[in-house]
T-cell receptor, first 109, second 116 residues
Framework: QQQVKQSPQSLIVQKGGISIINCAYE??????FPWYQQFPGKGPALLIA?????SEKKEGRFTISFNKSAKQFSLHIMDSQPGDSATYFC????????FGTGTRLKVLA | EAGVAQSPRYKIIEKRQSVAFWCNPI?????LYWYQQILGQGPKLLIQ????????DSQLPKDRFSAERLKGVDSTLKIQPAKLEDSAVYLC??????????????FGSGTQLSVL
């Protein structure tokens, strides 16, 4: 099965700092790259997504950077807040998706 | 808009017993997915339905897992007999198209299964 490799496994950031999570994929046919946010006891919820025809997408404090040639993409959370503390999953695919292993983010108040 | 509903919320069984999970997707969503999320890992697709037909069940352990989606709405996932390694959260999702053949997934809160 095609993999999506995600790093780091866990991340601790001070309030107001920048959180950066990285993912790498293998299949060049993938054309949709969503990020999901999951709180304990809840299912993942779509946060932001990008297609490979753009190199960056920004929605509020969340930005995806996409490097098609390197087959890598990353999530940047600006001005990180304690409420952002959650597990973040990257995913890649077309109409179905392979998920990364997740990054547990903790933002310290 | 109501979200994806799943039940039960938790289930504890002994190995070799059987268990069933139920999912009601968002109204109007034709595509339904069952994912398995083992602790510390990302969701892994088990089966995907389009209406009441199976699109992909390549990752479903068919010797013990079965799923159906009658009338293209509700779905049930069954495990019989359960093994210790089946302990996981079982997530149901339905999806809406976002253009260019891509889908946005909406997940339920999942069923946490513990096999003792």
């Amino acid at each position: 099965q095609q993999q999506v490799k995600q790093s780091p496994q866990s991340l601790i950031v001070q309030k107001g700092g920048i959180s950066i999570i990285n993912c790498a994929y293998e299949n060049t046919a993938f054309d949709y790259f969503p990020w999901y946010q999951q709180f304990p006891g809840k299912g993942p919820a779509l946060l932001i997504a990008i297609r490979p025809d753009v190199s960056e997408k920004k929605e509020g404090r969340f930005t995806i950077s996409f490097n098609k040639s390197a087959k890598q993409f990353s999530l940047h959370i600006m001005d990180s807040q304690p409420g952002d503390s959650a597990t973040y999953f990257c995913a890649a695919g077309t109409y179905k998706y392979i998920f990364g292993t997740g990054t547990r983010l903790k933002v310290l108040a | 808009e109501a979200g994806v509903a799943q039940s039960p919320r938790y289930k504890i069984i002994e190995k070799r017993q059987s268990v069933a999970f139920w999912c009601n997707p968002i109204s109007g969503h034709a595509t339904l997915y069952w994912y398995q999320q083992i602790l510390g890992q990302g969701p892994k697709l088990l089966i995907q339905f389009q209406n009441n037909g199976v699109v992909d069940d390549s990752q479903l352990p068919k010797d013990r897992f079965s799923a159906e989606r009658l009338k293209g709405v509700d779905s049930t996932l069954k495990i019989q007999p359960a093994k210790l390694e089946d302990s996981a959260v079982y997530l149901c999702a339905s999806s809406a198209p976002v253009g260019k053949g891509n889908e946005k997934l909406f997940f339920g809160s999942g069923t946490q299964l513990s096999v003792l």
